[in-house]
């Protein structure tokens, strides 16, 4: 035999064991202990699930991000680091800010960057629709604060 089999033997001839002392015993506690050893079907739950995606609430700090990265991609200062007259590192640190303060998740769709791609059926849908949705509170936040 393998080393180990013969442990795992045991286990479950231990779960076993468990498992036909534990059908003997009908009270709420052997219940408990018969769904945690994985032989009792728990009951499904009558609650309906109900979507609660994340509202973030548009700061001005947020405008403020999203105003100064647009004037960086307006004049496609993003392309180049500083070192050669752009402003690339300043674009990712300002872009990576503003989506923390967004509450959105790394590997989501960036709010810059959103009106760029359009998903395709293998993407989540709802990603990037959280992002268009920001995007459109952003502008319109600037919008409002511009006058």
């Known amino acids: 035999m393998r080393p180990g089999v013969k442990d795992e033997l045991f286990r479950l001839q231990d ?3 468990l498992r036909s002392q534990m059908l003997k015993l009908s009270s ?7 769904a945690l050893v994985g032989c009792h079907q728990s009951m499904p739950t009558r609650r309906t ?12 700090a947020m405008v403020a991000l ?8 307006a004049t496609k200062a993003e392309q180049k680091w500083e070192e050669e007259g752009g402003r690339r590192r300043e674009f990712l640190d300002l872009a990576v800010d503003l989506h923390e303060l967004l509450d959105r998740r790394p590997w989501q769709v960036d709010v810059f960057y959103v009106d760029a791609m359009k998903p395709s059926d293998d993407q989540d849908q709802g990603d990037w629709v959280g992002a268009a949705a920001a995007r459109r509170a952003l502008v ?4 409002q604060q511009s006058g």
Request: net charge positive; hydrophobic share 40%; proline share 9%.
């Open 15 to 17: 779960l076993a064991s």
């Open 28 to 34: 709420p506690m052997a219940d408990r202990r018969l």
């Open 49 to 60: 699930p109900i979507d609660r995606g994340r509202r973030v609430q548009i700061t001005p």
């Open 66 to 73: 999203w105003k100064r990265g647009q004037e960086i991609l």
């Open 140 to 143: 319109a936040a600037l919008q």
